[in-house]
């Protein structure tokens, strides 16, 4: 089994709102993401998760907080978000090891208002 | 940091045809991946291939690492196959750098 499932599909939120992000594997992965990808380009990188611990934070705004309540699950918190964060947000793991592939989400396609 | 490009930008193709898409890295890497994202905006692994050739049906992936570039081959192509294909390398911790990709649509 190589999925890795996301909640909602969709999400429409103002920019008063605040919303999560959901996220989970149970493949056993000790590595688990957060990209962004708005229309018309390649995902980017938000934040690595290793070990249930932040090990990268790629200078995302603090409207977007990232939390792993265990090696499973992985949400994003959202809080005061802009019109132009409107994009795609994808989930990933990965066995902790870089030589190991990342498997995505189907991704949450958001909208702020 | 590391650059990733991806050539052609975009692709038409009648059904049939066979492609070859193309991935030039900046540096030395060991771990480069393919994917293909339908419209829905699922990423589907297709290779890790960070050297050497594989083959899985009509796609095939070779990786000279030595000269930093990754081709894709997509043969007897299908409307199904239309979509957006990224190669992606790692950077550094697990983060994974995507070229820009390549838009593939395959027509009937």
């Known amino acids: 089994d190589t999925e890795v499932t996301q909640t909602p599909k969709h999400l429409v939120m103002g920019m008063t709102n605040k919303k999560s992000l959901k996220c989970e594997q149970h493949?056993?992965?000790?590595?688990m993401y957060w990209y962004k990808q708005k229309a018309k380009k390649p995902p980017e990188l938000m934040f690595v998760?290793?070990?249930?611990?932040?090990?990268i934070n790629e200078s995302v705004p603090s409207r977007f907080s990232p939390e792993c309540p265990n090696s499973s699950l992985l949400n994003l918190h959202l809080h005061a978000l802009q019109p132009e964060d409107s994009a795609l947000y994808l989930c990933?793991?990965?066995?902790?090891?870089?030589?190991?592939?990342?498997?995505f989400g189907p991704g949450t396609r958001l909208l702020v208002l | 940091g590391i650059q990733v490009e991806q050539s052609p930008p975009d692709l038409i193709l009648q059904e049939g045809a066979n492609s070859t898409l193309r991935c030039n890295f900046s540096?030395?890497?060991?771990?480069l991946q393919w994917f293909h994202q339908n419209p829905w905006g699922q990423l589907i692994n297709l290779f890790y291939?960070?050297?050497g050739t594989k083959q899985n049906g009509r796609l095939s992936a070779t990786t000279v690492a030595t000269e930093r570039y990754s081709l894709l081959y997509i043969s007897s192509s299908q409307t199904t196959d239309s979509g957006v294909y990224f190669c992606?390398?790692?950077?550094?911790?697990?983060?994974?750098?995507f070229g820009a990709g390549t838009i593939l649509r395959v027509k009937s």
């Open positions: 990933a793991s990965s066995q902790e090891s870089d030589l190991e592939t990342q498997y």
């Open positions: 493949m056993g992965h000790r590595a």
């Open positions: 998760y290793s070990y249930e611990k932040l090990s």
């Open positions: 540096d030395s890497v060991n771990n």
């Open positions: 291939i960070p050297s």
């Open positions: 992606a390398v790692l950077e550094y911790g697990n983060k994974l750098v």
